[in-house]
């Protein structure tokens, strides 16, 4: 940053000024030098060598001007697509003009600082769940042996299984908690169809009568990512009592449909809050939604519930087409 201040770059104004000054300048200067040369080696001659003088020239403006803002607008572009997409690139060493540099410098700075912001958040997310993990597993493991005793009472043990339980339950909270955060990081750029992903979905959700629409529609999200993403909405249908889910895809935008009861009036603005399930006692976390969301924030997607008559109805926009 300091170093593209201390370098001397021409203003926007200057090149752009100089350019259409450059070309006027030649014009008139053809002008009249094709009145003095020609009565001296002709007009045919006199043309053909000013036509030779004039697009020298031109090609050295032309060349300035890529050189101070085609070059640097494309490469700064191309380090700003790379960047979105999670992809190791170098940043431009070539700024152009003045407005271009503090243009680069502020991108640069902004790439930076959502990098560290990424970086910060798996890291708190790890820290989180290593620290936490030692002792849930420690209490787990003392509830255990607690449990094999025998002079324990009726309501001992019922309190024992309360433990046993929460502790289980924190462990899934954990783990759910550093699946969101590995689910923002940007890995998942690609494309993919509901064709591709059948045979896995339909697997893993015996239970679930799966119906496919528009299977080989193209959706721009690697199978890895839409695949997270629709294991959640597949889980969650069924742990809220659906039997059907049905799945549309359409150009830029896929609809995941169920059966089931749906979403209250009054938890239709909590669902994609961390932590918020009405499906606790069916092992639910309350994070299934949020990792969906926060998966295709990432991508410049994003989710969300729409009405419908029967079950629920959730819409996913990818912004990627």
């Known amino acids: 940053m300091a170093g593209l201040r201390r370098k001397w770059r021409p203003s926007l104004g200057f090149v752009l000024g100089g350019g259409l000054a450059g070309t006027l300048a030649l ?9 003095y040369l020609a009565p001296e080696i002709g007009f045919r001659n006199a043309a053909a060598l000013l ?16 050189r ?4 640097p607008i494309s490469a700064l572009a191309a380090y700003s697509m790379a960047v979105d997409r999670g992809q190791p690139a170098d940043p431009p060493d070539h700024y152009g003009t003045q407005e271009l540099s503090r243009l680069a410098g502020s991108v640069l700075g ?5 990098q560290r912001r990424e970086v910060s958040i798996r890291s708190f997310a790890d820290h989180v769940t290593h620290e936490l993990k030692t002792p849930v597993t420690a209490i787990r493991a003392a509830g255990e042996l607690l449990e094999e005793a025998d002079t324990l009472s009726d309501q001992d043990r ?23 955060a590995a689910a923002r990081v940007t890995e998942h750029h690609g494309v993919t169809t509901l064709k591709d992903l059948a045979g896995d979905l339909r697997a893993s959700f015996p239970d679930l009568e799966v119906e496919f629409e528009s299977v080989s529609q193209h959706l721009p999200l690697a199978d890895t990512g839409l695949s997270v993403v629709l294991q959640q909405l597949l889980d969650n249908a069924r742990r809220h009592g659906a039997q059907r889910v049905t799945l549309s895809a359409a150009p830029g935008r896929l609809i995941v449909q169920d059966n089931g009861p749906g979403v209250s009036k009054g938890n ?7 932590f918020f399930t009405t499906a606790r006692e069916k092992g639910g976390t309350g994070m299934g939604l949020t990792i969906a969301a926060s998966l295709l924030s990432a991508q410049g997607g994003r989710i969300s519930l729409v009405p419908s008559d029967v079950g629920a109805r959730f819409e996913i926009l990818f912004s990627r087409t």
Request: glycine content about 10%.
């Open 27 to 35: 014009s008139l200067l053809g002008l009249i030098a094709l009145r």
């Open 51 to 66: 036509t030779g003088l004039i697009g020298l020239a031109t090609g050295v403006l032309g060349y300035l001007l890529v």
């Open 68 to 71: 101070l803002l085609l070059r």
């Open 110 to 114: 902004m790439a930076e600082t959502l």
């Open 158 to 180: 019922a309190l024992l299984q309360q433990i046993l339980g929460a502790s289980d339950q924190m462990q899934t909270q954990l783990s759910a908690l550093n699946s969101v």
């Open 268 to 274: 239709r603005d909590r669902i994609f809050t961390p």
